[in-house]
């Protein structure tokens, strides 16, 4: 079955040490999203990657970065997390930007705890 | 600043009852809305969207739209307790969607 897949599904990172999380998709799709979800909050966009496209939200802290090598997957770096980052990260991916034609397709989410 | 709101709730109905969630949206210009149910712990998946104004069925969902008013709601029919949820509105925004932070559905047996 078509999915996205994002690894590894729980992640413990120590305060201050470099940590990525990934995502791949064999739908194919154009575009693939980044969101930070904390506890009973609404999912906050980070990035987007449009084909090579990089967008990045304004209010995105410079210390989450991320890297598109193909088509297929998708990396999210966050280089000196704090304890404020600890989080799910949601990957998704659309055939087109904003999610015309059905809406975005999620991974599994990656639960990301700073110690 | 792009805002969707909804009720954190919970919204709790009995099993066969009716429950009915609602969002509203900042931008008079929105074109898409999107329900999305998120279980506990997992991640976001879609239900339903529309573009039009008026109501779109599909099977025990019904999403209504009413621009004018810029609110988009969300009704279950014949409840389960699997219903039981965060429901989650998203609006298209230019190229991304943004989402409302969720009301919370319990259906009890």
């Known amino acids: 079955d078509a999915m996205v897949i994002q690894n590894p599904r729980y992640q413990v990172t120590q305060f201050g040490k470099p940590v990525t999380l990934s995502c791949s998709q064999t739908?194919?799709?154009?575009?693939m999203y980044w969101y930070q979800q904390k506890s009973s909050q609404a999912p906050k966009l980070l990035f987007h990657y449009y084909d090579k496209d990089f967008n990045n939200e304004a209010d995105t802290p410079d210390n989450f970065q991320s890297r598109r090598p193909n088509t297929s997957f998708c990396f999210l770096d966050i280089r000196s997390p704090g304890l404020g980052d600890a989080a799910m990260y949601l990957c998704?991916?659309?055939?087109?930007?904003?999610?015309w034609g059905g809406g975005y397709t999620f991974g599994s989410g990656t639960r990301l705890t700073v110690v | 600043q792009k805002e969707v709101e909804q009720n954190s709730g919970p919204l709790s109905v009995p099993e066969g009852a009716i429950a009915s969630l609602n969002c509203t949206y900042s931008d008079r210009g929105s074109q898409s809305f999107f329900w999305y149910r998120q279980y506990s712990g997992k991640s976001p998946e879609l239900i339903m969207f529309i573009y039009s104004n008026g109501d779109k069925e599909d099977g025990r969902f019904t999403a209504q739209l009413n621009k004018a008013s810029q609110y988009v709601s969300l009704l279950i029919r014949d409840s389960q307790p699997s219903d039981s949820a965060t429901y989650l509105c998203?609006?298209?925004?230019?190229?991304?969607?943004?989402f409302g932070a969720g009301t919370i559905l319990r259906v009890k047996s």
């Open positions: 998203a609006v298209k925004y230019g190229n991304k969607l943004v």
């Open positions: 739908l194919n799709h154009n575009v």
């Open positions: 998704a991916t659309s055939r087109d930007p904003g999610g």
